[in-house]
């Protein structure tokens, strides 16, 4: 066992005060944030942090989400693979899921060309279910009635577009 001071907390106990921190915010914090709502408890050495958060991360109890540079603690007890993350870009929840089929389908198209996959990060970045509400002031630009029944079709017009003429 490594020598104890009473300053220093275990790297366990560490660990526990990210995850903590971060299941109690309920979305993502950067590594700063983190320090912000630990330097209380002791715990604001920004190596000190990194180190536990690399750990948490190795041992699949917080996620890195790389678009946003920030750190989720995980909602699974018994994390495999690639999580897949939604990114809701109004209220800044997280919303981790998975979809191992995906990710293998994705993995194999790489290998197909060659390429051997080291690290993989899926983040989707949207609205959640709460924010795409309209609320009040924005409104969707779509008429609202019985879209049920008034008889055309819903496709989206993606091969409409005109080909731009090369001719000059
Ligand atoms: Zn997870
Ligand atoms: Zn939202």
Not at 28 to 53: C, F, H, M, N, V
Not at 85 to 103: K, L, N, Q, S, Y
Request: aromatic share 4%.
């Amino acid at each position: 066992m490594p020598k104890k001071t009473s300053k220093r907390r275990s790297a366990p106990d560490q660990d526990k005060l990210i995850v903590d921190a971060l299941r109690d915010v309920g979305r993502p914090l950067s590594a700063y944030e983190i320090i912000d709502q630990l330097k209380d408890k002791g715990l604001s050495a920004p190596p000190t942090i990194y180190r536990a958060l690399n750990r948490l991360i190795e041992d699949g109890l917080a996620h890195r989400l790389e678009s946003l540079n920030a750190f989720v603690a995980c909602r699974h007890p018994h994390h495999e693979g690639t999580a897949v993350f939604a990114i809701c870009g109004a209220c800044g929840t997280v919303r981790e899921f998975h979809e191992p089929d995906a990710v293998q389908r994705l993995k194999a198209a790489a290998m197909a060309g060659g390429f051997a996959v080291k690290e993989m990060a899926i983040e989707l970045r949207g609205r959640c279910k709460d924010c795409s509400v309209p609320a009040g002031g924005i409104v969707a630009s779509a008429p609202l009635g019985d879209d049920d029944q008034h008889g055309h079709d819903h496709a989206l017009p993606i091969a409409a577009a005109p080909r731009p003429a090369r001719k000059r």
